[in-house]
């Protein structure tokens, strides 16, 4: 039976437990699936590379649970894991385009912004997704990591390998050219 209100840990330990290691993989899923779509979605853009993306993560996730050292937290883990995901397939999709400057690949994204049924011109979340296609992907994935997920720098350190202070700089920079970007569009 799921619980709602189940740890992290309560869900580890299910996990190791052969007979209840379906159960809560299932429950880690339900937990995490909406945050991880949406986290992937804000960098790859098209729905249905986010979804191909979270099923990656799902993968990777259930081939290594089982090596989870707890020595982060659960959802951090997870985050990691789409984050790098997320930029593997940003970077195979540049490979596929032949893509060869940030500017065309910039337009790229804006074009499949522009295409997407999800997102109305019209309104505010399409200016801002085109304005976040501006920033390079590492400033990307720190805007997206603080502004809309609201994540701690500190847990931020623990997603992308990077110091605290090296993070404050970059969403610093990102902001004030996701700033720009939405004055002068």
């Not at 299910?14 to 159960?23: E, G, I, M, N, V």
């Not at 880690?28 to 779509?37: G, S, T």
């Not at 649970?65 to 894991?81: A, G, M």
């Not at 304005?131 to 701690?152: C, G, H, N």
Request: proline share 2%; hydrophobic share 40%.
């Amino acid at each position: 039976m799921e619980r709602p209100d189940i740890s992290d840990e309560e869900l580890l330990l299910l996990f190791r437990a052969p007979d209840t290691k379906q159960q809560a993989f299932s429950q880690i899923i339900n937990k995490y699936k909406e945050k991880l779509y949406w986290h992937i979605r804000r960098l790859v853009v098209v729905h249905e590379d986010a979804d191909d993306v979270l099923q990656n993560v799902f993968i990777k996730m259930w081939k290594g649970l089982d090596r989870f050292r707890e020595e982060s937290k659960l959802y951090t883990w997870l985050y990691r894991i789409a984050s790098n995901e997320s930029i593997t397939h940003l970077e195979k999709q540049k490979k596929i385009k032949r893509v060869e400057s940030s500017g065309e690949s910039d337009a790229y994204l804006a074009e499949k912004i522009k295409a997407d049924d999800y997102f109305d011109s019209s309104k505010i979340e399409w200016k801002l997704q085109l304005a976040i296609q501006t920033l390079p992907e590492q400033q990307k994935l720190v805007f997206s990591l603080r502004y809309f997920d609201e994540m701690p720098y500190n847990e931020m350190s623990e997603v992308l390998g990077v110091s605290t202070g090296a993070l404050k700089a970059s969403y610093h920079h990102a902001a004030k050219k996701y700033i720009v970007t939405l004055l002068t569009n």
